[in-house]
Structures are given as structure tokens and as C-alpha cells.
């Protein structure tokens, strides 16, 4: 099972290294870690998506919050949350074919970035599915290159209670 | 020049200044190490500081040294070490202290900051090659930030679960000038440790004991480390509990109390395997269920209800499920844990204990005409009344040491129990004497382990450490020829070497050598050694192709011991 973990980290230099290198000794597997700025300078946030039985990811979750200039983990798991990923993709795109790839990536709210003489660049976001179904979708047209942010997440906020 | 004295009202010092301050600071008077290019300016400060330094003759010596400094003192061991070599030399002794989570500060010098990435003369990546050795490590590149960083590293490496601490200094950080009054604080915002348990699991713990008619204490090092045996007494005590410690748990109960089980494990006691798969509640301190401890996880005291107590979340649950875990100091949590417990006779349990401990204590035998390997512990053990710091090598010396010395106090045991480190016993007992210069410190070795840190014998002779060296030497690595033995057709591939005259050895590095082949001969060769001032080496030349028994084979359950049936012939 996926579960999308979210840490806060100091930001400072080798922060990194210690947590990959963590993941890499104890043999867990990430499915995508990103790392970004927050709104504290200080601070950065690793969203992780690891893959693994409950067992695995609780000792992820430990093993993490044990990592020295790792100040808060969290686990997604079972909460509300908005989870996103950003996806630039180039399709083979022969002039003919444009109209209907056009209205594909409208469906998918996407938008072109680029032109090219035989492809387009896409900029497509969302939960992790749109951005596979959207990968299947233009698959038969042809994918060229394929770059993808790895999944960030927030929990969502309690609703207002009327 | 003379440096400035340390307590110097100037306001500006070199790095190398705020740094030997700076570990005065925390209480450091002894440390270890090795010199070389870019610590020089470090050196420099160190050679009118107040502080009794040894040099050992390898790095990894010196880290060993400052590890079992730690272990026998309880205070936080130091190591200093030079770049890309000298720190590199220190990775098994980290990696050896990682593993039994002994408090260390590991001090390399560094390239200069500009060369750093360049392939410079000695230079290593040092914190990318420690970090999985070490609890926490970083580099120090500006001066302002040193006082503090080394003030985080004995926080770090002595609360919590304690670990190797390295902090890498580029040498210009070391030689530049920076104002340094004022008192430094500590900022780790991810750093947090939890020693007082939660009051209702430990309730619940309590209850488990009350009703538990035949529970066991499995003890590990965690005990030592958080000085909790007073407590793990008065527990073992009032709630009437018996107790089995894990080879680092061992001093942490006295084993020549009625309720001690001794070691329990791959080569622990029959009776303390037996009660462990027999119990109905299981309550570890300080421990984490090994695989040396437990054999075939599966299996492992299948009728169990599992309490664990650590200050390591990550430790509960990790192998073993746990039923009523309590995360927290040992101290903290067994001194809350006795109040509740109430005493029970628990008959039947203690009676089936001691038919277990009657019909299958350790044994050799006693009639052989050569020297057995454990009548020498037996002997040291003996003659030494059960006081002294033990230190060991690893194979089969390490579990002979640990199956027939009775040890009677924390802190008395001093071995490479995680990691498993031929050549620990030699530093380690370096290490423990510096601690302890009262004490006496016996290094149970094997041949083997004991070439390879030999060379540390000139270290001790040097600072005039009368440590005892106890070589059981059977020419082989005992515990591997041993597994050739049983599951590889006696094929003894690779696993002997022609081994030095050890007397003659310890002569020629100023040390008192010893021969000893003739079984009659051992207690006056081991009376001698005790009374020696000089370092002394006795080279007993052991029964060749003795066992460690009994022997739970890896993958097997811990009722499935090896040896047995052996054991029994010998009444």
C-alpha cells in the first residue's frame, strides 16, 4: 500500500543525505521524495510516498522522526488530503493530429507549453491518477520525454460547521 | 609561543582554541587519537591543555579506546582523528559503537573548505562515509558555528539512545579567529528525547506482571547505558521476577543471584532459552531482540505476551510484535514500574527454572588433559572474584567469556556485541583501564582477534596500563572453524593462520609475556598476571577444536539448542 508521508526538516545543508541515506541502509522503498521550501525559512518539507505493509511504513515513519534535523513526520495515511503532482510531457504531435490532441489535454485541464515542429509539451497537474490516465491517454500518439514533480500533499482543513 | 590559557578573558580565539574549550566545557579530562596535517592546529591547542590524552597506533585502536572509555566510565568517549585516512580508520570503531549505542564524539579534520570536492591530498568525503555509522554527523564550515556544534554532539551522543557523534572541522575553520564569549546554546528543533514513560502503559505493564504466572525479564544493554540496574533489581525483587540478559545486558543483575538466568541467546543458557519459549509474558528493558537473541523470529516465545520498555520508539515492534510497549528511560520507567507490582511466589515456575538450571548449567569438562578454553575463564573468574572489567575479542573467547564469568555489576562487561569486532578486546581494555585505573581489566581474546590490534600493546606499555591479556589460543578464528566444523563437512577453509610467539611478542613491546601449555600451570600463570604492574600477555594454548555449547543454529527456534546431549555427558 502507498502512504504518503510528510516530514518537516531543518533546512540546512546535508539534510538530504541523511534521510536518503537512512532509506537506502534500512532497505525501505520511496516511490518519490520531493523537497521544497515552506513558508518558514528554516524549515523545508520532504513529501515522501513510500511503498510497503503498515508494518514497513510505521517503521519508516519512526526510523525518519529519529533522523537528527528531522523535526516533525507525518503520515497521511486515512486523513483528508490534497495530494499533487506536476507533469511536463512532450507527445509526438504531427501537425494532422494537433486538433484532437488539443482537446485531450483541454479534458484533462492541461495546458501546451511548447510547440514544436513534431511535438508539444504539456503541463498537466493532479492526483496521481490524472496524471496516469493522462499518460495513457496519449500513449498512442507517442510519448516522447516524460518529467514528473513526485507527489506534495497537505491535509485538508475541518469543514465550518453551520 | 605559549597558547592562551583557557580561560583567557580575550574575547577572539582560533577555532582550535573554542574547540579545546569548548570540550573542557562538557567535562572532557582524557581522550584519544592520532595526529596528522590538518588537525595540527587542534594538536597545538591540545599540548598544554588540561587533558589526559593517549595515542594510540591505528585510529580505529583509538576509537575502540574511547568507546570502551565510555562503556566502563559511563561519560561520553572522545576520538580525534586526521582527514580522508585517519577518519576513515575510524569507521569500525563508530560502526562498533553505533551498533551498541555507546556514547562517543568523533573529531576529524578536514581539507580546507575551498579544496573540499577536489580530490585533495587526505581528503575523504568523511560525513558521507560515517553517516550510516554514526547517530548524527556534519561538517563544521564557519567558525561561529563550532562551539555550538560540538555542545549539540554530547547532547546528542549521550541522551536518548545514545551513538557515535562525528563532527568533521576543515582545517581553516580550525585556524580562524572568531569572538566566542558568552554562553553557546544548544538548537536541534528535530532533537527530542523521551524519558519519562506514559502512566498508562505502565499501568498496564504492571497488571501484566501481577497476573503473569510465568514471566521473564530479557535485559539488554539499554539498562547499563540509562544506570537503571538499581531499579531492575528492586523490580526483579518485589515483583519477583526471574531475569536473562542479553550479552550487553550482562552486570546489569547480579548472576549469582538466585532469579538470574544468565545469557540467554545463540549461545546463552539452556534454562534461560527454556524459560524464554515458556513464558506467558515477556518484559524487555533495554533491548531489541537481536537475531542473536531470538533465533527464528517466528517462534520466539510463542506463548508470550510481549512488554517492551526503550527509549527508542523505533526499536518497539521492530522484529518482535509487541503487546504493551512504553517508550522511555529505563530508570525512569522501572523506578514507576516496582511501585505498582505486587510479589507473587509463582512456585511452579521457579521450581521448573531450577530443574531446567540443574539438569543443563554450563559445563566442560573438567578431566581433560589439556587446557580447556573455559577452565581459563573459570580460572580468571575465580581469582579475580568476579570483579573484574572483562573485555573480549569476538567469536568463541567473546561467549566462553561471557558463559563463565559471573558478572555482578553494570559496566563490567566491555564487548563488541552488535557489530561483532575481532580486535575490540586489546583497545577496549586500554580504553577501560584509562577509565578505571583501579580496576582490574582482564582481555579475554582469541588468537585471532587478538592479531589484529596487537600492535595497541605498545599504547599500553607507553601509559603504563597494567591490563591483563588472556590469549585462548587454539590457532584458529575458534568460532568459525566451529561453524566448518558443523555445517561445512570440517572443511576449514581460510580460517587459521601461523600465529607469532605471543610472549616473546609482548616482550619486545615492553610488555610481561607468558606461556602457558600445560593445564596444571594455569592458575599460577593466571595468579602471576593478575599481580603483574606491567601489561601482561598470557598465551594459554587452548584445546584446539572446542565448541561454544549449546548452540541454537541459525534459522532455528531457541528451544532447538545443539550441544545439549555434549553437555550432559559431562556430570
Known amino acids: 500500500m502507498k502512504h504518503l508521508i510528510s516530514a518537516l526538516v531543518e533546512n540546512k545543508p546535508g539534510v538530504l543525505a541523511h534521510v536518503a541515506g537512512m532509506f537506502a541502509a534500512r532497505a525501505f522503498n520511496i516511490d518519490s521524495l520531493v523537497v521544497g521550501r515552506t513558508e518558514d525559512p528554516k524549515l523545508s518539507r520532504m513529501t515522501i510516498v513510500v511503498v510497503g505493509d503498515d508494518r514497513v511504513v510505521e517503521q519508516v515513519r519512526k526510523q525518519l522522526a529519529k533522523v537528527v534535523p528531522v523535526v516533525k513526520v507525518q503520515d497521511f495515511v486515512g486523513q483528508p488530503i490534497v495530494a499533487r503532482d506536476l507533469m511536463l510531457v512532450s507527445i509526438s504531435a504531427p501537425p494532422e493530429k494537433r486538433p484532437e490532441i488539443v482537446s485531450l489535454i483541454e479534458m484533462f485541464k492541461g495546458k501546451v507549453v511548447d510547440i514544436g515542429q513534431k511535438t508539444l509539451m504539456v503541463e498537466v497537474s493532479g492526483p496521481e491518477s490524472k496524471i496516469e490516465a493522462f499518460i495513457n491517454a496519449c500513449k498512442p500518439y507517442g510519448i516522447k520525454s516524460v518529467a514528473r514533480t513526485g507527489t506534495i500533499a497537505m491535509p485538508r482543513q475541518a469543514k465550518v460547521e453551520s | ?571
Open chain 2, 1 to 571: 609561543m605559549k597558547s592562551k590559557p583557557c580561560n583567557s578573558k580575550s574575547t577572539v580565539k582560533a577555532g582550535a582554541q573554542i574547540i579545546v574549550d569548548t570540550l573542557i566545557g562538557e567535562g572532557v579530562d582524557t581522550m584519544f587519537g592520532y595526529t596528522g596535517g590538518v588537525v595540527l592546529p587542534l594538536f597545538d591547542k591540545l599540548y598544554d591543555a588540561p587533558i589526559n590524552f593517549v595515542v594510540p597506533r591505528h585510529e580505529q585502536g583509538g576509537c575502540h579506546m574511547a568507546d570502551a572509555y565510555a562503556r566502563a566510565s559511563g561519560k561520553v568517549g572522545v576520538v580525534v582523528a586526521t582527514s580522508g585516512p585517519g577518519a576513515c580508520n575510524l569507521v569500525t570503531g563508530l560502526a562498533t559503537a553505533m551498533m551498541d549505542s555507546i556514547p562517543m564524539v568523533a573529531l576529524t579534520g578536514q581539507v580546507r573548505t575551498e579544496l573540499i570536492g577536489n580530490d585533495a591530498f587526505q581528503e575523504a568525503d568523511t560525513t558521507g562515509i560515517t553517516r550510516p555509522v554514526t547517530k548524527y554527523n556534519c561538517i563544521v564550515k564557519d567558525v561561529k558555528d563550532l562551539a555550538r556544534t560540538i555542545r549539540e554532539a554530547f547532547h546528542i551522543a549521550s541522551t536518548g539512545r545514545q551513538g557515535p557523534v562525528l563532527i568533521d572541522i576543515p582545517v581553516d575553520v580550525a585556524v580562524a579567529k572568531f569572538s566566542a564569549d558568552g554562553p553557546v546554546e544548544i538548537d536541534l528543533p528535530g532533537y527530542r528525547v523521551r524519558t519519562k514513560g506514559h502512566a498508562r502503559q505502565i499501568s498496564m505493564a504492571a497488571k501484566a506482571i501481577n497476573k503473569s504466572k510465568q514471566p521473564v525479564l530479557y535485559v539488554g544493554g539499554g539498562v547499563i547505558s540509562a544506570n537503571a540496574s538499581e531499579e531492575l533489581r528492586a523490580l526483579a525483587e518485589k515483583a519477583h521476577l526471574p531475569v536473562t540478559m542479553t550479552l550487553l545486558g550482562l552486570g546489569s543483575y547480579d548472576q549469582r543471584k538466585a532469579e538470574s538466568l544468565d545469557m540467554l541467546g545463540m549461545h546463552g543458557s539452556a534454562y534461560a532459552n527454556y524459560a524464554v519459549q515458556e513464558c506467558d509474558l515477556l518484559i524487555a528493558v533495554g533491548a531489541r531482540f537481536d537475531d542473536r537473541v531470538t533465533g527464528k523470529v517466528a517462534t520466539f516465545a510463542p506463548k508470550a505476551k510481549v512488554i517492551h520498555i526503550d527509549i527508542d520508539p523505533a526499536s518497539i515492534s521492530k522484529n518482535v510484535n509487541v503487546d504493551i510497549p512504553v517508550v522511555g528511560g529505563a530508570k525512569e520507567i522501572l523506578s514507576e514500574l516496582v511501585k505498582e507490582v505486587e510479589y507473587e511466589e509463582r512456585k511452579n515456575w521457579f521450581d521448573k527454572i531450577a530443574q531446567w538450571k540443574k539438569k543443563f548449567p554450563f559445563r566442560y569438562d573438567q578431566d581433560s588433559q589439556t587446557i580447556k578454553p573455559q577452565y581459563v575463564v573459570d580460572e580468571v573468574c575465580r581469582q579475580t572474584k568476579s570483579e573484574a572489567i572483562i573485555t573480549t575479542g569476538v567469536g568463541q573467547n567473546q561467549m566462553w567469556a561471557a558463559q563463565f564469568y559471573k558478572f555482578t555489576r553494570p559496566r563490567q562487561l566491555i564487548s563488541s556485541g552488535g557489530l561483532g569486532t575481532m580486535g575490540y578486546g586489546l583497545p577496549a581494555a586500554i580504553g577501560a583501564q584509562v577509565a578505571k585505573p583501579d580496576a582490574t581489566v582482564v582481555d579475554i581474546d582469541g588468537d585471532h582477534s587478538f592479531n589484529m590490534t596487537m600492535t595497541e600493546l605498545a599504547t599500553a606499555v607507553e601509559h603504563n596500563l597494567p591490563i591483563k591479556v588472556c590469549i585462548l589460543n587454539n590457532g584458529y578464528m575458534g568460532m568459525v572453524r566451529q561453524w566448518q566444523e558443523l555445517f561445512y563437512g570440517k572443511r576449514y577453509s581460510k580460517s587459521y593462520l601461523s600465529n607469532p610467539d605471543y610472549a616473546a611478542v609482548a616482550r619486545a613491546l615492553g610488555a610481561v609475556g607468558i606461556t602457558v601449555d600445560k593445564k596444571e600451570d594455569v592458575p599460577k600463570a593466571v595468579k602471576k598476571m593478575l599481580a603483574e604492574k606491567k601489561p601482561c600477555v598470557v598465551d594459554f594454548r587452548v584445546e584446539r577444536e572446542e565448541n561454544v555449547w549449546p548452540m541454537v543454529p541459525a534459522g532455528k527456534s531457541l528451544n532447538e539448542m545443539d550441544g545439549l546431549d555434549i553437555l550432559e555427558r559431562l556430570i
